[in-house]
């Protein structure tokens, strides 16, 4: 058995390599991405993987079928570059690691939070100009705040515990209220999280009641001091309503780990070069707003599970089992 694992990047090879000796199967490693004019060199391989940004294009599942490979692991959660009917008719089996590890991203909404509420982008920009002073930047305490959650599933619930477990409480709307959650969190309706929250953390995942969750409508909603933190789906939030609920103050903040358009621009080195993005120039400017480059996912053990969950995968898929993480 042979396996093509594409979008490799460096801090992936140590897992990877150990997985090869654990399981005596070879590994082939790549940088690149699944696209048509890459399918010729999958000649060869009896399973793949890949983690990208940019959508698989629609000519690929034809081209994959015809060079008899079964499956496409994804080793991410989210599967939306994937158009599962086209997988499908091309008789493609998907999966995806849903769950590498929750904490890793739930701990980024609690850098992020903390971030925020104790001010540390701003207090940063005032130390680099020589400007001392704390006139105007007050914190508040993450124990005397309430923390909304929307979508508390995996990673949603995840996050919950841990503001739980640091005092704050935690009120959650999603479509289906958990009974484990039911001792720390108090589930309510979306517009009563929106009203009721000092922080607002998504963690739905992307789906077609998903897309544009918060608008102008939503922003509306929420306290002028609450600030927003996105860790799921830049098309979660709708991208200029944000800017205008900020630049109108209608909102303290917002932390975003995740952007439209962000295939453009997160994960590439854009230094002294023009940004591909007006809303991303305007996210930038404002110092009420922090930005990562979609690295909710990126820790040690996160990087651990998606390499050795995605391959055991691809073994089970070719040995004609079923894996528990196959989408339909
Ligand atoms: P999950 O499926 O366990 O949880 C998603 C929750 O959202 C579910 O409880 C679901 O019922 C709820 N939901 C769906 N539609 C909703 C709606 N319209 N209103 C309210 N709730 C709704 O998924 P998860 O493992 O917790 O991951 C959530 C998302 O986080 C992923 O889909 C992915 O997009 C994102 N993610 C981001 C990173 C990162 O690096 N930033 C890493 C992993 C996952």
């Given at each position: 058995m042979k396996i093509l694992m594409m979008s490799v990047r460096d801090d992936e090879k140590e897992a990877i390599t150990e997985w090869e000796k654990r399981n005596n199967i070879e590994v082939k490693t790549v940088?690149?991405?699944?696209r048509l004019d890459k399918v010729?060199?999958?000649?060869?391989?009896d399973g793949i993987v890949i983690q990208q940004r940019s959508k698989v294009e629609k000519a690929v599942y034809p081209a994959l079928k015809a060079i008899g490979i079964k499956q496409i692991t994804l080793?991410?959660?989210?599967?939306?570059?994937?158009?599962i009917d086209l997988a499908r008719e091309n008789n493609l089996v998907i999966t995806n690691v849903?769950?590498?590890?929750p904490r890793s991203v739930a701990e980024l909404a609690l850098a992020h939070t903390m971030r925020l509420i104790r001010k540390l982008e701003i207090f940063d920009e005032r130390m680099a100009r020589q400007d001392f002073r704390w006139a105007g930047l007050q914190a508040t305490e993450i124990h005397s705040l309430t923390v909304g959650i929307?979508?508390?599933?995996r990673i949603g619930g995840t996050t919950a515990k841990i503001f739980d477990a640091l005092g704050a409480k935690v009120i959650a709307y999603d479509l289906v209220e958990r009974d484990e959650l039911k001792s720390i969190v108090d589930y309510m309706s979306k517009e009563e999280v929106l009203r009721n929250a000092d922080v607002i953390c998504l963690h739905v995942d992307l789906n077609q009641t998903t897309?544009?969750?918060?608008g102008a409508k939503e922003f509306e909603l929420m306290k002028p001091t609450a600030y927003l933190i996105n860790e799921?789906?830049?098309?979660?939030?709708e991208t200029d309503a944000l800017i205008a609920a900020l630049e109108e103050k209608k909102i303290a903040g917002a932390a975003l780990d995740t952007l439209t358009g962000?295939?453009?621009?997160?994960?590439?080195?854009?230094?002294n070069k023009d940004l591909p993005s007006t809303q991303l120039k305007k996210l930038r400017a404002m110092d009420n707003v922090i930005l990562t480059p979609?690295?909710?996912?990126?820790?040690n053990i996160a990087v651990q599970n998606m390499v050795d969950i995605s391959l055991n995968d691809v073994v089970l898929i070719l040995n004609g089992k079923t894996s528990e993480h196959q989408v339909s």
């Open positions: 940088d690149w991405e699944l010729e060199k999958l000649v060869g391989y080793r991410t959660a989210g599967y939306d570059v994937v158009d849903p769950a590498y590890s929307i979508g508390a599933g897309v544009d969750l918060m799921c789906r830049g098309p979660v939030v962000e295939e453009n621009f997160f994960n590439f080195d854009l230094q979609h690295v909710g996912f990126f820790t």
